[in-house]
């Protein structure tokens, strides 16, 4: 009922920047929290940044003072904005909605989790 599409990855050099945006689509009513995510060669997922409906963000340690998440409500678009990039940045990055109510005929759905699928984010000189 949703997707989510993900653009802006490639290759940049360090302390270069990159911006990724994300687009949910679909008969959506609403979006609870975006955000998005890596995933490192050999490493687990984590969360780099997400932010709420209401402008509320979180970030991860590694990342705050580079990085900054924004969101336009209207558009159910997400965007990462990364400056300073370092190699350990090196991952692929994927897009997550979470807390989705959707239009379902005469009645809504929901469901916790949307993710995108991923786009390559490479920092190398």
């Known amino acids: 009922q949703v997707q989510l599409v993900e653009s802006g990855g490639g290759l940049v050099q360090p302390g270069g920047s990159l911006r990724l945006s994300c687009a949910a689509s679909?008969?959506?009513?609403?979006?609870?929290?975006m955000g998005w995510y890596r995933q490192a060669p050999g490493k687990q997922r984590e969360l780099v940044a997400a932010?709420?409906?209401?402008?509320?963000?979180n970030y991860a340690d590694s990342v705050k003072g580079r990085f900054t998440i924004s969101r336009d409500n209207g558009k159910n678009t997400v965007y990462l904005q990364m400056n300073s990039l370092k190699p350990e940045d090196t991952a692929v990055y994927y897009c997550?909605?979470?807390?989705?109510?959707?239009?379902?005929?005469?009645?809504?759905?929901?469901?916790?989790?949307?993710w995108g699928q991923g786009t390559q984010v490479t920092v190398s000189s």
């Open positions: 679909g008969s959506i009513f609403s979006i609870n929290a």
């Open positions: 932010i709420t409906s209401g402008g509320s963000t």
């Open positions: 997550h909605a979470g807390g989705v109510k959707y239009y379902r005929g005469s009645y809504y759905g929901y469901e916790s989790d949307y």
